[in-house]
């Protein structure tokens, strides 16, 4: 790299910051509804009704299978041919787009994490909450998912690591996020090394951050809360 | 206070249950022997609903709980159930594993729920152990605080379900002291065990089950010191 360099970069980063602010915001605005989505899903496909458990398997192989890319592409450009979306949201369709679909790809992983971790409790758990009058709900809700929270910890952090990756294929909707806002400056600076290192650099700042939070997260877990 | 008439469990094409009456009276205490596999667990897990029999009719201070439209939760709460292996809720301590039945079913205040718990564990001798996780305390430690947790919900009968043959025999006297008490006090109890002491001591009836029936039963005198069916005879000879 030469002098330049570091002028580029510094020209670059109001953008490159941006750009990371979005990619946060997509982030967690897709996280959330995701885990309540795999949470639904995993009981769903836990229940003892066949029909219930038929529909959380279906959710969870067609959002496994397809490309997420695809996924983002069908919610933004196709369905607008079958409903209204723009005259509905108008600009904001775009974000709502991009979360409906990110949401529904990380929600079938999230769905396989829940249901492995309620999987993965002793069934005398359960035997001994409905021992005691819980109804199934009650014995969910106060046994089971506080322990199977614990041991999902790990897998969640990993998905929701995998998410703020998934991010940069927005770029493709045009979502200002850090990759899209990398492409934008490279398209009329030609820098192409030293703006695709800031934004390697960057992803990397905020995903080991979240690993550093969730370290300390699962530790205190362990230690107060069993 | 219990009335099994002729019930019958299948698993499949397995039945593991035939044809089984038991009446059992306020206050009695009833041993069941048998080997293993015969269909011991199965039966006490009918009587709280763990398992659906196949068919007959179980009452429960004459509520039905066979009956498709009873309500299971409501039952059970009367129902006291203490497992072989504990099953105390791993993330909790001893003194909520106690309350949270009495908070989150009976809808008791915390206070009264911790008063009434901590009455309990004094009972079974762990008052120190209040806030120690379930893998903190011994095997033995841990069924005294599964029966305290039974013991609050107030039930009406409780069920043991080889309570003592997955502890360290330095460990079983200690469930068994507490066991006696709550026999000597007048609880109604159903007890699958094969501690003969126990059964001499406190049982009122000795059933001995085999192959899914009830084969003999008879006070534990008459039932260890002569025993009429031939396996009755074979099963006491291997276990005594
Ligand atoms: N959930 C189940 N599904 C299938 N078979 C079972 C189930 N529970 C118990 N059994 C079978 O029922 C029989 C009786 O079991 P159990 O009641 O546990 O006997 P015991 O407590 O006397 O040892 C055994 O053959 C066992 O394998
Ligand atoms: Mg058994």
Avoid at chain 1, 127 to 151: C, D, H, V
Avoid at chain 2, 104 to 116: G, I, N, Q, T, Y
Wanted: hydrophobic share 50%; charged share 20%; aromatic share 8%.
């Amino acid at each position: 790299m030469d002098s330049g360099t570091l002028g580029i970069i510094f020209d670059a980063m109001p953008m490159l910051i941006e750009g990371v602010k979005l990619t946060v915001i997509y982030s967690i605005a897709a996280i959330i509804p995701a885990t309540i989505v795999g949470l639904i899903f995993a009981l769903l496909k836990l229940s003892s009704l066949g029909f219930l458990r038929r529909i959380g398997e279906v959710y969870v192989h067609v959002f496994r299978g397809l490309p997420l890319l695809v996924v983002i592409f069908y919610i933004y450009f196709a369905v607008p041919h079958v409903l209204p979306m723009h005259a509905w949201f108008g600009d904001s369709y775009r974000f709502i787009a991009a979360i409906i679909a990110l949401t529904l790809n990380e929600g079938a992983y999230i769905t396989e994490i829940i249901r492995a971790g309620i999987l993965s409790i002793d069934h005398g758990q359960t035997e001994a909450a409905y021992s005691i009058g819980m109804n199934k709900f009650q014995a969910m809700r106060f046994i089971i998912l506080p322990q199977a929270f614990k041991r999902m910890i790990p897998p969640l952090m990993n998905q929701f690591i995998q998410t703020i990756k998934d991010t940069s294929l927005l770029s493709a909707i045009s979502v200002a996020e850090l990759t899209r806002q990398g492409q934008i400056y490279i398209s009329t600076s030609f820098a192409a090394l030293q703006i695709w290192t800031a934004v390697a650099i960057m992803y990397l700042i905020v995903i080991l951050s979240l690993t550093a939070i969730s370290t300390k997260l699962e530790r205190r877990w362990q230690i107060d809360k069993r | 206070m219990i009335s099994v008439r002729n019930i019958t469990k299948k698993f499949g094409h397995l039945t593991v249950l035939t044809d089984v009456s038991l009446e059992v009276a306020p206050q009695e205490v009833v041993v069941i022997i048998g080997p293993s596999g015969s269909g011991k667990s199965t039966f006490l897990r009918c009587l709280n609903g763990l398992e659906k029999v196949t068919k007959g009719e179980i009452f429960i201070n004459n509520v039905e709980i066979t009956h498709s439209k009873t309500n299971l939760s409501k039952v059970r709460k009367e129902v006291g159930m203490v497992f072989q292996r504990f099953n105390l809720f791993q993330h909790l301590t001893a003194l909520q594993n106690i309350t949270i039945g009495p908070v989150e079913v009976l809808k008791l205040s915390k206070k009264e729920a911790e008063d009434r718990a901590y009455a309990l564990l004094e009972k079974v001798g762990l008052k120190d152990k209040a806030h120690s996780y379930p893998d903190q305390l011994s095997g033995g430690q841990q069924q005294r605080v599964a029966i305290a947790r039974a013991l609050a919900m107030n039930p009406i009968v409780m069920l043991f379900d080889e309570p003592t043959s997955a502890l360290d025999p330095e460990m079983v006297g200690e469930v068994l002291a507490v066991m006696k008490d709550l026999a000597k006090e007048g609880m109604t109890m159903l007890v699958v065990t094969h501690e003969m002491g126990f059964a001499r001591e406190v049982g009122d009836r000795v059933l001995f089950m085999d192959e899914g029936r009830i084969v003999e039963e008879g006070k534990p005198s008459e039932l260890f010191g002569n025993p009429k069916e031939e396996r009755t005879k074979l099963f006491l000879s291997k276990i005594l």
